[in-house]
């Protein structure tokens, strides 16, 4: 018999995963959101996806860096280098650093799915370009054709897609999980070397050299981690009784104001395999 069972029965639940993220980037960044605890859950509700995803592709045990150009080839595209930036009567004032093409080769009708990133680009950016890359390739990776580009900053994103893309980039690039660990560590290092108080500049700079993407994006998505981070303390340690947030409007607000049970034995269940109440103590301190 083929040992193939395990592989199909991976590659299925991966396909089954890859659907569900599609969907909930494809529809989660909408309706409710601009209620703080709802913006607070959608984050959290990326970063647990992310974090499904990484843990299926790459495995149970892994620690920063990411591999990215492993997972998007394990999720069934190819990334190739090339130089993005050399189209004849191509100007712009700004960088193409990452690409992703769907569609039917021309030579042999085969499916085609690729992520370009400029070969130009430094390795923090390309592996920041895949990332990004890698979300847009979610949403329409079953697509006939799709086609997007990635500049990289200073120009600002002008579609809700590129937003919700950098959203799921940074949680795959530092996973939750891997950000607490790292945290822990970090104290604990901090303490030995005598203990002064943390500099941010310095933590940020710290967790960039460990993502291997730069301080810049660090910075950029730390407010998301943040969040995710409250949502997991609110989690083991809210107050069941406290309002989270004095929202003015009346109107059934109950459930925003609050953690629902529901909401934080999910938290509970998918987190209780990394959080301590070590961590929670230096974090939230
Ligand atoms: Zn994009």
């Not at 995963?17 to 709802?38: A, R, S, T, V």
């Not at 083991?236 to 104001?257: A, L």
Request: glycine share 4%.
């Amino acid at each position: 018999m083929m040992p193939t069972t395990d592989m199909d029965g991976r590659r299925k639940e991966i396909s089954n995963l890859m659907q569900d993220i599609k969907e909930f980037l494809k529809n989660g960044f909408k309706g409710e959101i601009q209620e703080p605890l709802q913006l607070i859950k959608y984050y959290w509700e990326v970063s647990r996806r992310a974090d499904q995803l990484i843990r299926l592709t790459l495995g149970e045990n892994g620690r920063l860096p990411v591999d990215i150009e492993l997972l998007a080839q394990k999720l069934g595209a190819r990334v190739v280098v090339e130089d993005l930036n050399e189209f004849p009567g191509w100007k712009s004032m700004n960088r193409r650093i990452g690409q992703v093409e769907i569609g039917n080769s021309f030579f042999t009708d085969e499916k085609m799915r690729t992520i370009f990133v400029d070969k130009k680009a430094s390795f923090h950016s390309k592996r920041y370009a895949i990332a990004h890359e890698i979300a847009h390739y979610i949403m329409h990776y079953n697509d006939r054709d799709y086609y997007e580009d990635y500049f990289i900053m200073p120009m600002c994103p002008k579609e809700l897609d590129e937003i919700v893309a950098d959203i799921f980039a940074i949680f795959l690039l530092i996973p939750v999980r891997y950000f607490f660990v790292e945290f822990l560590e970090y104290v604990k290092r901090k303490m030995d070397e005598g203990g002064e108080p943390i500099a941010t500049e310095q933590w940020i700079r710290y967790l960039a050299e460990k993502s291997v993407i730069s301080d810049y994006y660090v910075a950029y998505g730390y407010q998301q981690l943040r969040y995710v981070a409250y949502w997991i303390y609110l989690a083991w340690h809210g107050d069941d009784d406290k309002e989270i947030f004095n929202c003015n409007d009346d109107t059934d607000s109950e459930t925003r104001k609050k953690m629902s049970d529901e909401d934080r034995e999910q938290v509970r269940r998918e987190t209780e395999d990394y959080y301590t109440e070590e961590m929670g103590d230096w974090l939230f301190e």
